[in-house]
């Protein structure tokens, strides 16, 4: 039986609360006028529709979806697609706002969006998740589109459902549009390189900051909490570029390795194990907690929101985090950890390289090509290596932390264009 650690104490925050607060510091030291502010906190468009799906026992059932777009201005909405029983529009609305900043800092030509659907999808079978996929789409046909918004996978949805999606797009469009969803297998127009991305990116802007912070990778130790798609492939290339990955988790618990971990083998024991680390054996077993506290040079938050608060920020160790996963300082603790002379490389900068080929995955759609994992990586590398300086340089600037600084450069980016394209 697997062993599931207790929850942590964590102060569970409202996303767009944790959002908003950051956008707030950082609108005043932009100096943006009131006008401009209410403009680019609101959503342009907000859209609830009612699905009724035909479930396998042949009733009907009713699931309630949404599809947000916070904004247009740089191009053509961007964000995935949740499905979970705990989503609301507060939630949705949010995260597309953090898609907006996102796209900005990495300078892609991308607005921000988000969908979700109201389910529990490992409660359904493939059928009724074709159905509720499906239906979706037909709902949000208005919506979406590869010139106007562009879906993704999030939480609960992957390659198959982003496969059910551009299918029912182009049927209704009477031709293939690969370029109305990213996320979507291999061989119906995915990009190779996209599934390690994120994790890349975080080792990329990782490196980056060593750099500045004259660490040296060689001599210097990580802990990744989380061990799937951004956890597993930031601890793999932060052991290829000579890190010690000291310490690892999952949901099922922490490891603890003084030597460092074989990150291959790992992997290879989670593939084999049900996809959790539970029975590892390569190391001491330890706490998620103690893992967010462990003595490392670098900390690598990669499972979840709202892991480092106020109750755990002031005994981290590591000089450095760079943020794998969305949200996982919670406001409040970020106080604690800019006190403590801790640098943070944030979540919309440290995991935007997953976008930046998701960008790549609909330029290639549109070109009608697929490009080398080779081109690919070059070019997310360059991306993330640029934002990351821009984002340094405002810090130095404006003398805020890289936080403040990302939501700075991504506002202004925003603004800016906002006011060269004019309104009414
Ligand atoms: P995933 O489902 O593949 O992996 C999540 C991992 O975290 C699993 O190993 C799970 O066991 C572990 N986990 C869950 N709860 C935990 C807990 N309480 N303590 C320790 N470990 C826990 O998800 P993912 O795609 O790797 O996403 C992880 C985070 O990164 C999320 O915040 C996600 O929003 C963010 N993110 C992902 C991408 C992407 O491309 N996949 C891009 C940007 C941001």
Redesign the pocket.
């Known amino acids: 039986m697997a062993y599931i ?1 207790p ?2 104490i964590i102060d569970k925050e409202n996303p767009f609360e944790s959002m908003m607060s950051r956008f707030n510091t950082a609108a005043e030291l932009l100096g943006l006028d009131n006008e401009t502010y209410e403009i680019l906190k609101n959503p342009v468009k907000q859209v609830i529709v009612n699905l009724h799906i035909t479930m396998d026992n042949g009733k009907k059932q009713v699931f309630e979806g949404y599809r947000v777009i916070h904004s247009d201005t740089l191009g053509p909405a961007k964000g ?1 697609i949740r499905f979970a029983m705990d989503v609301s529009i507060d939630e949705v609305k949010a995260l597309a706002a953090w898609m907006t900043w ?1 796209c900005a800092v990495v300078d892609i030509p991308y607005g921000g969006a988000k969908g979700a659907i109201k389910c529990d999808p490992t409660k359904m079978s493939k059928g009724e998740l074709e159905r509720l996929v499906r239906a979706y789409t037909q709902a949000m046909y208005d919506v979406f589109g590869p010139d106007k918004d562009i879906p993704a ?3 609960g949805t992957g390659p198959q459902e982003m496969a059910w999606l551009m299918d029912e797009y182009s049927k209704m469009n009477g031709r293939t549009v690969q370029g109305v969803v990213t ?1 979507k297998p291999l061989v119906l127009g995915g990009s190779l390189g ?2 390690e ?3 890349r990116g975080v080792m990329i802007t990782a490196l980056e900051a060593m750099l500045k912070l004259k660490m040296n990778p060689a001599h210097s130790s990580c802990a990744v ?9 930031a601890a793999m290339f932060m052991a290829e570029r000579g890190l010690k990955v000291k310490a690892i ?6 490891y603890w390795n003084d030597k460092g971990f074989d990150i291959a083998e790992v992997i290879k024991y ?1 593939d084999s194990h049900n ?3 539970d029975g590892f054996k390569g190391g001491d077993l330890i706490t ?1 907690e103690e ?1 967010l506290t462990a003595p490392v040079d670098v900390l690598l938050p ?4 709202d ?1 480092i608060t106020v109750h755990n920020a002031d005994k981290i160790q590591a000089k450095l985090i760079v943020e ?5 300082t919670s406001y409040k603790a970020d106080d604690i950890i800019n006190s403590k002379g801790i640098v943070v490389v944030p ?1 919309i900068l440290a ?5 930046t080929v ?1 960008y790549f995955e609909w330029v290639q759609n549109r070109m009608g090509y697929k490009w080398e994992a080779d081109r690919v990586n070059r070019r997310s590398d360059r991306i993330m290596k640029q934002a990351f300086e821009n984002v340094y340089n405002t810090a130095k600037k404006y003398n805020v932390p890289m936080r403040i600084a990302a939501y700075i450069v991504a506002i202004a980016k925003v603004a800016d264009t906002y006011k060269l394209r004019g309104g009414f």
């Open positions: 650690e929850a942590p995935g996102k996978p999030d939480m996320g996209r599934t991305a994120t994790g909490q989380g061990f799937g798609n951004v956890g597993s492939h988790s999952d949901v099922t618990g922490a989670r996809k959790t680390l998620n893992l990669c499972a979840k929101e892991v794998g996963a969305n949200g996982p979540d995991n935007a390289g997953g976008v998701s």
